[in-house]
């Protein structure tokens, strides 16, 4: 059946593979956004397609999201907040728009009685680093004035309103704790180590490496995720649940600036940097994060497709071409 979906973050990495593969299936989507990390640059290879409306605009406007609310059938709320680096640079806008931008976009779904997928995060574990981590697990959190601890509080918070507005009122709301998901189009802003060491091994440059390089993460492609979010969209089944999507293949961060430069066929070096000179004094990092992704199997089929060496060598591609690109321009 067509429907018209209501995507906010619909010009962000993920946002706008989700709008891409929605329009895809023929249906109408409205993606809204208010570019401060989305770019409009995202869908540009979509402007041609008649379904695609582009609203530019804030979830912290609540006359704007009711309106859009109303003209659409269903809403996918990605709108956020998101990167280790941005949270930890200006963690009172993240905070902020993480809680009251989400809070107005439930309200509103609520008001209209619309199905609400919610993005949220692995950072919901905190530094549990329990493997793997299944979304029954406890949250283990520091101090609220880490900004990181922050960030999985405001997550939480949409999480608890979402369930609240299910369980009270009868909400259609289901969410989803992305894990570290990587592919193209993902700026390397905001502290997103695949396409950053891509960038640095195709530019000849060190390969920063935060810590010992011990950390371990699970990188998923994010047609992978597109294709899990699609499979609990309107899935009257995963109503009212909570579902870990993210790939299962663990790399320490260290083995994976390996394989960037072998990969590249870089003769960049790999350099070790203290976590006091990448992040602000008091970051903690994760030392482990693996997710059972068991839940959504068991409802939908869904499991990864595409490997850790598929996801690497699209990555360094485009940050070939990239640099290809702006060496060309600067001719
Ligand atoms: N990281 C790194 N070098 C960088 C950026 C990140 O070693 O240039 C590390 C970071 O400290 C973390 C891992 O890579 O241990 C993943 O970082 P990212 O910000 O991509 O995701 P998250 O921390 O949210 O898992």
């Given at each position: 059946?067509r429907?018209?979906?209501?995507?906010t973050g619909g010009?962000?990495f993920?946002?706008s593979?989700?709008?891409?593969?929605?329009?895809?299936?023929?249906?109408?989507?409205?993606?809204?956004?208010?570019?401060s990390?989305?770019?409009?640059?995202?869908l540009?290879?979509?402007g041609?397609d008649p379904?695609l409306?582009f609203v530019?605009?804030?979830?912290?406007?609540?006359l704007?999201?009711?309106?859009?609310m109303h003209?659409?059938?269903?809403?996918?709320?990605?709108?956020?907040a998101?990167?280790v680096k941005l949270?930890?640079d200006e963690p009172?806008?993240?905070?902020t728009?993480?809680?009251?931008?989400?809070?107005?976009?439930?309200e509103s779904a609520f008001?209209?009685?619309r199905?609400?997928?919610l993005?949220?995060?692995?950072e919901?574990?905190?530094?549990?680093?329990d493997?793997?981590l299944?979304?029954?697990?406890?949250?283990i959190?520091?101090?609220?004035?880490?900004?990181?601890?922050a960030?999985s509080?405001?997550k939480?918070?949409?999480e608890i309103?979402?369930y609240?507005?299910h369980r009270?009122?009868?909400l259609?709301?289901?969410?989803?704790?992305?894990?570290?998901t990587?592919?193209?189009?993902q700026?390397?802003?905001?502290?997103?180590?695949v396409p950053?060491?891509?960038?640095?091994a195709?530019?000849?440059?060190?390969?920063?490496?935060?810590?010992d390089?011990?950390q371990?993460?699970?990188?998923?492609?994010?047609?992978?995720?597109?294709?899990?979010l699609?499979?609990?969209?309107?899935n009257?089944?995963?109503?009212g649940g909570v579902?870990?999507v993210?790939?299962t293949?663990?790399?320490?961060?260290?083995?994976?600036?390996?394989?960037?430069?072998?990969?590249?066929?870089?003769s960049?070096?790999?350099?070790l940097?203290?976590?006091?000179?990448?992040?602000?004094?008091?970051?903690?990092?994760m030392?482990?994060r693996?997710?059972?992704?068991d839940r959504?199997?068991n409802?939908t089929g869904?499991?990864p497709t595409?490997?850790l060496?598929?996801?690497?060598?699209?990555?360094?591609a485009?940050?070939a071409a990239?640099?290809a690109?702006?060496?060309a321009?600067?001719?």
């Open positions: 059946m429907r018209t979906y209501l995507v010009a962000g993920i946002g593979h989700l709008v891409e593969a929605l329009l895809g299936q023929g249906h109408q989507v409205v993606a809204f956004d208010n570019l990390t989305g770019r409009l640059r995202n540009d290879h979509l041609h379904g409306r530019q605009g804030s979830v912290l406007d609540e704007a999201v009711d309106e859009l003209a659409c059938d269903s809403v996918i709320h990605l709108a956020a998101v990167g949270i930890v009172l806008r993240s905070f728009t993480n809680i009251r931008g989400s809070e107005i976009v439930i008001r209209h009685r199905p609400i997928l993005a949220s995060t692995s919901i574990y905190g530094k549990n680093s493997v793997p299944r979304e029954t697990d406890d949250r959190l520091g101090p609220t004035t880490t900004a990181r601890w960030y509080t405001a939480a918070v949409d309103l979402a609240a507005y009270e009122r009868g259609p709301t289901t969410v989803v704790r992305l894990f570290n990587v592919g193209p189009r700026s390397p802003a905001y502290g997103m180590v950053r060491l891509a960038r640095q195709v530019a000849g440059a060190p390969l920063t490496v935060y810590g390089g011990t371990s993460r699970c990188f998923c492609h994010v047609s992978d995720v597109v294709d899990a699609l499979g609990l969209l309107d009257p089944d995963a109503v579902f870990n993210g790939s293949e663990e790399v320490t961060i260290y083995a994976l600036a390996e394989r960037i430069v072998q990969r590249a066929g870089s960049s070096p790999i350099r940097v203290p976590y006091d000179h990448a992040y602000p004094f008091g970051f903690e990092d030392k482990r693996l997710p059972s992704i959504i199997r409802l869904w499991h595409r490997t060496d598929d996801i690497l060598a699209e990555t360094i485009e940050a990239e640099r690109a702006s060496v321009g600067t001719i």
